[in-house]
């Protein structure tokens, strides 16, 4: 495979994983705080559903920018990164570069 294949694999994949994960790291100080609300000894399981549903609420605002954040910005860096690698083992390798013109 060409690493044009398998950036665009390796992207498809990080944009899905990243973007599914970002959303879940928005409303984790929530879940979090259920699970610790349920685990306390005198827990009241309707107060910490209360508070869960309250705190969600708060923080699901947030979890198309925290999928966008942790799921697409990436990408770009990441082709960047894969660009200037490929780019500089073909020019230690002396193979010509697309659109370069190299001066020696």
Known sequence: ?????????????????????GMHFAVAPATSAYRAC??????????????FHRDWAIYSGDRLSYAVLVGLVPIPFG????????????????EPIAGLALAD
Do not use: K
């Open 38 to 51: 349920l685990e306390s000894p005198a827990a009241d399981s309707g107060q910490c559903r209360a508070t």
């Open 79 to 94: 082709w960047l990164a894969g660009w200037l690698y490929v780019r500089q083992s073909r020019r230690r390798a002396g």
């Open 1 to 21: 495979m060409r690493f044009v294949e398998i950036a665009a694999i390796a992207s498809i994949a990080w944009a899905i994983a990243g973007s599914n994960a």
